[in-house]
């Protein structure tokens, strides 16, 4: 069966055989024309069969959670005949770090990922130094192939390795997350790049991406969670370290809500673990966060985040030092508003310093805030 892009040309010389037989006249005013170069008519025949081909093989097949579209391949990629196979490429560590992959696969391994749910396909067929080199043509007919990838194949997730991944395929920008168009049933999401090219973007955002589309096809639902901003009568604010496997970062004291517990009682009871914080009165919930990423039984988790006024206090969590490290909680400590400003670490919410400085200005908002994440 010849490929649906082979038969439309097909069908285009048949209505030019047509033409001709029936306008003998305008046929015949094109023979005055030059006839086409001998030299460069081998080389655009080549062009052409290199949109229609590809020197790296996808790597597909039925009912996967997500399939990774790449924008095309490299000369690297091209020469191993593997997706993302420059060493300085952060595909293949971003998909274990994000939890797709039991262990860090290499790209010559990129077939053994099907049996992780994983797929791999280009909107480009065609190889070149750089994504730069593509031109329009170079995505002919990419929309229709993705449509009938999603039709035939069923995944759940078709995920953009690059904005223009995604802009070659469909012919418009988008933001990165979730799309609102759809192919069928399966669902569309843009991550940045993950090439060398595109070092401006640091790890870790390339990783809160992956982790978002991680968390989401996983299918697992999100955890209910209560946390709270703690300041002293001075507006220093007592944090949390979280040391996970992949990454660290400070964090509002609170948890996961049991089942049956008010937001409340978790505030409490979370407090008293981690922090040793007993007898304060609780303030109003003042933001709102999700937070989509992978986790053995949760898909990520929504949170509520209280606000909290208290004298200065030592930490002294009920919870020993093996049980906070079983949490990922491996310190505590107090943050004037100018550290946060000034700190280089990563922060939940991303935004909290300019989010606590906006607190102490014009203090606590009338309805929650949804701070992102």
């Not at 070149?128 to 593509?134: E, H, R, V």
């Not at 995505?139 to 993705?146: D, K, Q, T, V």
């Not at 970062?249 to 922090?275: H, M, N, Y």
Request: charged residues 25%; positive net charge.
């Amino acid at each position: 069966m010849l490929h649906p892009l082979l038969r439309q040309r097909g069908c285009q010389s048949a209505d030019r055989e047509g033409l001709a037989a029936s306008s003998p006249g305008r046929f015949r005013a094109h023979l005055g024309r030059r006839p086409p170069d001998p030299v460069r008519a081998p080389a655009r025949r080549a062009r052409a069969r290199s949109r229609l081909t590809s020197a790296v093989p996808d790597v597909l097949a039925p009912g996967l959670r997500v399939v990774f579209c790449g924008i095309n391949p490299g000369r690297v990629s091209a020469a191993a005949a593997a997706h993302f196979a420059n060493p300085r490429n952060d595909f293949w560590r971003l998909l274990h770090a994000a939890g797709f992959t039991s262990r860090l696969y290499e790209p010559h391994e990129q077939h053994d990922v099907l049996g992780e749910g994983i797929g791999i396909t280009n909107a480009a067929f065609r190889t070149t130094p750089g994504s730069g080199d593509l031109r329009r043509a170079d995505f002919a007919g990419s929309a229709e192939r993705l449509e009938r990838l999603a039709h035939d194949l069923r995944p759940g997730w078709i995920g953009f390795v690059g904005k223009e991944a995604y802009r070659g395929a469909f012919g418009e920008r988008a933001d990165l997350g979730v799309r609102e168009r759809r192919l069928g049933d399966t669902r569309l999401f843009v991550l940045p790049s993950t090439s060398p090219a595109n070092a401006a973007v640091p790890w870790t955002e390339r990783l809160r991406w992956f982790e978002e589309l991680a968390g989401r096809s996983s299918g697992l639902p999100l955890r209910r969670a209560a946390r709270a901003l703690v300041l002293d009568r001075d507006g220093h604010v007592l944090l949390v370290r979280f040391a996970l496997r992949h990454k660290e970062f400070w964090a509002t004291p609170g948890g996961g809500v049991d089942p049956g517990e008010s937001d409340e009682a978790a505030i409490v009871r979370e407090l008293a673990e981690e922090c040793g914080l007993r007898g304060f009165e609780l303030g109003p919930c003042i933001w709102t966060r999700e937070r989509w990423v992978q986790w053995p039984r949760w898909g990520g988790q929504t949170e509520r985040i209280f606000l909290v006024r208290t004298d200065r206090f030592e930490p002294a969590p009920q919870w020993t030092a093996e049980q906070l490290a079983a949490e990922g909680v491996v310190a505590q400590r107090w943050w004037t508003p100018e550290e946060l400003e000034e700190s280089s670490e990563l922060f939940a919410p991303t935004r909290l310093p300019e989010l606590v400085r906006e607190l102490l200005e014009h203090g606590a908002p009338r309805e929650p805030v949804d701070v992102g994440v």
